[in-house]
């Protein structure tokens, strides 16, 4: 729900691809959008959430930035490689078949932290993906579409810490701080 007042954030924690990765992101996003049809997200917007925060008092904004400040871990080669659309919410995303421990690894550092600043986290299993289409026609297909996109390599050094404000166009992204691998 919007804040009015503005006087809370709505946060979350990000990995945010360089131009190369983008740019072989927006081609999978063709070839999905070809198959399924859907709205593209915009190349700006595209990102893989690592923790979704949610809404944060402002006054507290300080102690994320320190967070993510605080948070190492060792760089790690991802590689999204499977197309994936879902009935439940007609999202289409690329996934990664395999998930690096360091990825996950850094994921379950940001729920800890997150908790001990006094965040209740979800405990599901985390899926690694970034969403390429909203209102995807996914009816008829499986939840897995498989290997249909060129594989995406990307290798991660950092992750951003990022503010989200809704607006009536859809989403705009400001990040608040990066946290770096050792």
């Known amino acids: 729900m919007p804040d009015p007042a503005g006087l809370s954030a709505r946060l979350f924690f990000a990995l945010w691809p360089d131009a ?3 740019a072989q992101l927006l081609q999978a ?3 999905l959008h070809a198959a399924f049809g859907g709205r593209r997200m915009a190349a700006d917007t595209l990102h893989l959430t690592l923790l979704f925060v949610g809404a944060c008092p402002r006054a507290r904004l300080d102690e994320w930035v320190k967070m993510a400040a605080e948070v190492r871990f060792k760089p790690f ?3 999204l490689d499977r197309a994936e659309c879902w009935r439940h919410n007609h999202i289409a ?3 990664a078949a395999s998930t690096p421990p360091a990825l996950a690894e ?3 550092q940001l729920i800890l932290r997150a908790e001990a600043l006094g965040v209740a986290c979800e405990r599901r299993p ?3 993906h970034v969403t390429l289409l909203r209102n995807a026609e996914c009816a008829g297909v499986t939840p897995v579409v498989g290997p249909v996109v060129e594989p995406v390599g990307w290798t991660v050094s950092g992750f951003s810490l990022v503010e989200s404000n809704l607006t009536p166009t859809g989403a705009r992204y400001q990040t608040l701080a990066y946290g770096s691998a050792e």
């Open 29 to 31: 996003q063709q070839h």
């Open 126 to 128: 985390f899926v690694p």
């Open 20 to 22: 190369a990765v983008r």
């Open 93 to 95: 995303s690329l996934t």
């Open 106 to 108: 850094l994921s379950g």
């Open 77 to 79: 080669a991802l590689t």
